[in-house]
């Protein structure tokens, strides 16, 4: 995998969250799942300018939902997974299970640090 085809970490969980999400993935909803799931606070506007770099690069893409009273008359946002992101996706899990294929049973960074 060259260096722009990589995702960063972010970028990685965000994928995730839409494939869990499914058609119903917009961005407070991509959040909740994030924070939930991970256990750490995740900024509203990080999941914003990461789901618009996504579309960018031709990872995931967009579609106005219809306007709703609870959002004062403005539609939302839905995010689905593209061919591309499925196929950034499937690269970076064989890469990661590469780098963690063979480790010792209960390896830690501590040894790292010693």
Do not use: C, W
Not at 43 to 60: C, P, Q, W
């Amino acid at each position: 995998m060259s260096k722009g085809d990589s995702l960063g970490d972010f970028e990685h969980l965000v994928l995730l969250a839409l494939i869990r999400l499914g058609d119903g993935a917009y961005g407070l909803s991509v959040r909740q799942e994030i924070a939930e799931r991970t256990e750490r606070e995740v900024a509203i506007g990080a999941v914003y300018a990461t789901l618009e770099r996504l579309e960018n690069k031709g990872l995931v893409k967009s579609r106005q939902g219809e306007a709703s009273e609870e959002r004062g008359g403005r539609p939302r946002r839905y995010f689905t997974l593209t061919a591309g992101g499925n196929a950034a996706l499937e690269k970076t899990h064989r890469a990661l299970k590469r780098m963690t294929s063979g480790l010792r049973p209960g390896y830690s960074l501590r040894h790292l640090l010693k």
